[in-house]
């Protein structure tokens, strides 16, 4: 091009300047002729069949009308960002939030109890510790059960109808032993109070986790699981040394059952215009393959590494939970030479503990950090429960029952909060159903085997169990993924 501009222009000729011709020819440099952005989004939006290729060599007109249409298409509800509820936005949610404590609160109340009651339903029936212990076992077998139903459940009738669901299960069971049946269906109405309890634990749990400032609102949720910890052992050794038969217990249970069922359809009932369901059938990062079948949803919930070390640390957690408040009475009873109304208010104290630290230490659990408040927590309740295993002395051993609660106490809102921020929240209702559940199985295993045990050596295997359940927690706390942000 530019040998073309100086061959115009000859210095050494005298003559004039030929004319130039009025347009110079453009010349291609092997470039084919390119869309424009118009012709680019019609592309975009246009099927694969109905592509109509732009004449070559032609600009296309703009008009204030096409250049509108070059904007990027408003987001859909989906593509926006998600507004975190609180506890008090709607206002509908402070009775959601009572409802969900008031349901913990009775679970609190019923899986405490038969620590203090197990003394009585041995005499009762006439049978040892192996036996009694089929309560836990049937109890953790209807935990499972609920697993791959949860999710399904509610994806048919909604959360206010399966919330009324689980606590009409609850309450069948109350019935059968309030009338103080034969053993074997006291066994099967303990599989009844974890089938119940398990199907509105999950979606409880989820529910308060994804509200802001999550932990203290796990905090406070399952703070009303340790009121009810702390009350149920003070009614029933109340009612059994006052000279009630153990069954009279549950003539105080059902009633709140009832008002649970009640009070959770009448604060849920429009629970899914609040919230409305996420779109499992629309692709994300995450979730390239997505699927609206509850039960893959378990299944993937099942191979995502969280549910898998959430599940275990759970069943070590409720393992040892249980496993005190359910024998460290009959420990008491049996090497410390107490009475059973002398020691049945130790249970008390264990569950008084876990209220009082799920409601003073989760806060600042939270502002040091949840995984590294949760590590402390467990070696300081290891050290305790050495303390009750080797101080010889009744009064030593029940501040150190008590304390040990109190460290067990924020663990459990801790991690939960911890496993919703590593969880897929498409996944999170099937991740939660199958770590309360699998975990909770926990909180069956380990009390029947410590009788089983202590039916042949003596009730002092509680402590060593107890201590490697700990152990147990601390490996699985070390194997989560660190905590980063979610990507949906």
Not at 73 to 88: A, F, H, K, N
Not at 293 to 305: H, V
């Amino acid at each position: 091009m530019a040998s073309q501009a100086f061959a115009l222009i000859d210095l050494d000729r005298s003559g004039p300047i030929a004319d130039l011709p009025p347009v110079l020819p453009k010349e291609p440099h092997g470039l084919p002729d390119l869309p424009t952005a118009y012709e680019l989004n019609e592309l975009h939006r246009a099927t694969p069949g109905n592509v109509q290729p732009a004449p070559s060599g032609t600009q296309t007109p703009r008009t204030p009308n096409e250049l509108e249409d070059i904007e990027p298409p408003s987001p859909s509800p989906l593509d926006g960002v998600e507004i975190v509820q609180t506890w008090t936005n709607p206002p509908i949610n402070k009775y959601r939030v009572l409802s969900a404590c008031l349901m913990c609160f009775g679970n609190g109340m019923n899986d405490a109890a038969p620590g203090a009651l197990i003394p009585y339903l041995e005499r009762d029936y006439r049978i040892g510790y192996a036996i009694v212990s089929l309560i836990f076992v049937t109890n953790a077998v209807g935990f499972i059960s609920a697993a791959p139903l949860t999710q399904a459940v509610q994806g048919r009738l909604g959360r206010a109808r399966l919330l009324v669901l689980a606590q009409a299960i609850v309450a069948s069971g109350y019935i059968i032993l309030a009338c103080r049946p034969p053993f074997p269906l006291v066994v099967a109405a303990f599989f009844l109070l974890g089938l119940g309890i398990a199907s509105q634990l999950a979606p409880n749990n989820v529910f308060c986790a994804n509200l802001a400032n999550s932990t203290t609102c796990l905090g406070f949720f399952h703070g009303s699981y340790g009121i009810g910890g702390t009350v149920g052992p003070l009614i029933a050794t109340g009612l059994v040394t006052s000279g009630h038969a153990w069954n009279t217990f549950y003539y105080i249970a059902l009633p709140l059952a009832l008002f649970n069922l009640t009070l959770a359809f009448l604060s849920f009932r429009h629970f899914e215009v609040d919230n409305p369901p996420i779109n499992l059938l629309r692709p994300t990062a995450s979730n390239p393959n997505p699927s609206n079948s509850g039960m893959q949803a378990l299944k993937a919930a099942l191979k995502n590494k969280t549910t898998i070390l959430g599940a275990f640390f759970i069943f070590a957690y409720q393992g040892a939970e249980v496993s005190i408040s359910g024998w460290v009475i009959s420990f008491l009873i049996s090497y410390r030479h107490s009475s059973p109304a002398h020691v049945g208010y130790v249970t008390s104290g264990f569950w008084g503990g876990i209220t009082l630290g799920r409601f003073v230490l989760t806060h600042p659990a939270h502002r040091i950090g949840e995984k590294k408040a949760t590590f402390f927590l467990i070696l300081g309740a290891t050290g305790f429960q050495l303390l009750v295993w080797l101080v010889p002395n009744v009064i030593g051993e029940a501040v150190a029952v008590a304390v040990v609660g109190l460290l067990l106490g924020p663990i459990y809102p801790c991690a939960t909060s911890i496993f919703t921020k590593l969880i897929p929240k498409r996944l999170q209702m099937s991740s939660l159903a199958a770590i309360s559940a699998l975990g909770s199985s926990g909180g069956a295993v380990a009390p029947f085997f410590t009788g089983l045990l202590a039916q042949e050596v003596g009730t002092w295997v509680l402590h060593p169990i107890c201590i490697g359940l700990f152990a147990m927690m601390v490996g699985c706390w070390i194997g989560l993924p660190r905590v980063g942000k979610r990507r949906e």
